[in-house]
C-alpha cells in the first residue's frame, strides 16, 4: 500500500512582488521524517506554511491524499495535522500545562478517554512536566520551545479513528536548543514517524542533523528545488558548495554515520 502523501505540485508563492517560491513540486510520506534544508531565505518557511495552509499558493496545489488542501475541513485537519512555527511566544499569562492543554482543543468534541492523560505523557516526552505551573513567558527559549512541542505532540497523539494519516510540521524545532536537547528532541520527532507512522517535515540548518536523522531531504536556494532525495545522496560536497557557498568534506562517526565537516 503507497504511503499517504502531502505534497506541493507546481506551487508559486508571490508576496509583495517578490517570488518566495517557484514551480516547486515535492512529496512528503507519512511514515518519514523529512527534512526541508537551505541558506536564509530560500523559502523553507514559506514552503512549510503551504503545507500547514497558513499560506495558499499564488499557482499551482497543495495536496493531502491527491486532494486539494482546502477540501478537507478545518476542523478535521486540525486533529490530524499539527504546526510548530518559528515564534513561539504567547500573549496571555498561560502555564505550560495551560500551552500544551490547547493542543487538545481541536478533540473537544470528540474527547479521548485518556484526555488528561495524554497532556502528562507530551509533557513527560518533552522534558517539560516539571514545569507544568510555570508561566510559558517565563522561561528559556529551550523551554518554550520543549513546552510548545509537548502541545503539537498532544493534538496529534492517538491515531485517528478514520485511520488517516497524521502529520507533525516543525519550523526550526532546535533553533532555541542546546545540543543535548537538539538530539532528543529530533530522535523525537524520527520516532514518531517511524513507530507511529506519522508524516513529519521539518527546516532544518544543521545538515549534520538531517543527515542523521532526516529519511529524505529537500534543498532550496531562491524558492527553487535544488535537491531532492536521502540525504547522504542529496547532501554531497558539489551540492553544498553550490548552494551554502562552503567547502565541506564528508566523513563517517563513530556510528558509521556520514557527517560533513568544514573543510
Not at 512555527?85 to 473537544?108: C, K, M, N
Request: charge should be positive; charged fraction near 20%; include cysteine.
Amino acid at each position: 500500500m503507497t504511503a499517504p502523501v502531502l505534497a506541493l505540485r507546481n506551487a508559486f508563492c508571490i508576496a509583495g512582488g517578490a517570488a518566495l517560491l517557484r514551480d516547486v513540486s515535492v512529496r512528503f510520506a507519512a511514515g518519514r521524517f523529512s527534512a526541508i534544508l537551505g541558506p536564509n531565505g530560500a523559502g523553507k518557511s514559506t514552503l512549510l506554511s503551504l503545507l500547514s495552509g497558513q499560506r495558499q499558493p499564488s499557482q499551482g496545489e497543495v495536496l493531502l491524499h491527491g486532494q486539494p488542501l482546502a477540501c478537507h475541513a478545518a476542523p478535521a485537519l486540525a486533529r490530524r495535522r499539527a504546526l510548530l512555527p518559528q515564534d513561539l511566544s504567547i500573549a496571555f499569562d498561560y502555564t505550560v500545562q495551560d500551552v500544551v492543554e490547547l493542543g487538545r482543543y481541536p478533540h473537544r468534541q470528540q474527547p479521548s478517554r485518556q484526555e488528561s492523560d495524554i497532556v502528562q505523557r507530551a509533557m513527560q516526552v518533552t522534558g517539560v512536566q516539571a514545569l507544568a505551573g510555570r508561566v510559558l513567558n517565563t522561561l528559556s527559549g529551550g523551554e518554550r520551545a520543549r513546552a510548545q512541542l509537548a502541545r503539537v505532540l498532544a493534538q496529534i497523539w492517538e491515531p485517528l479513528p478514520s485511520g488517516d494519516s497524521r502529520w507533525l510540521l516543525l519550523d526550526e524545532p532546535t533553533a532555541a536548543l542546546d545540543v543535548h536537547h537538539q538530539h532528543a528532541v529530533l530522535r523525537l520527532a524520527r520516532d514518531w514517524a517511524h513507530r507511529h507512522g506519522v508524516g513529519v517535515v521539518a527546516v532544518l540548518h544543521d545538515l549534520n542533523l538531517a543527515l542523521r536523522y532526516a529519511d529524505q531531504a529537500v534543498v532550496l536556494q531562491g524558492g527553487r528545488v535544488q535537491a531532492d532525495g536521502a540525504p547522504a545522496e542529496v547532501l554531497d560536497v558539489e551540492t553544498v558548495r553550490r548552494v551554502w557557498q562552503v567547502d565541506v568534506h564528508p566523513v563517517r562517526d563513530a556510528l558509521g554515520s556520514l557527517q560533513l565537516l568544514m573543510a
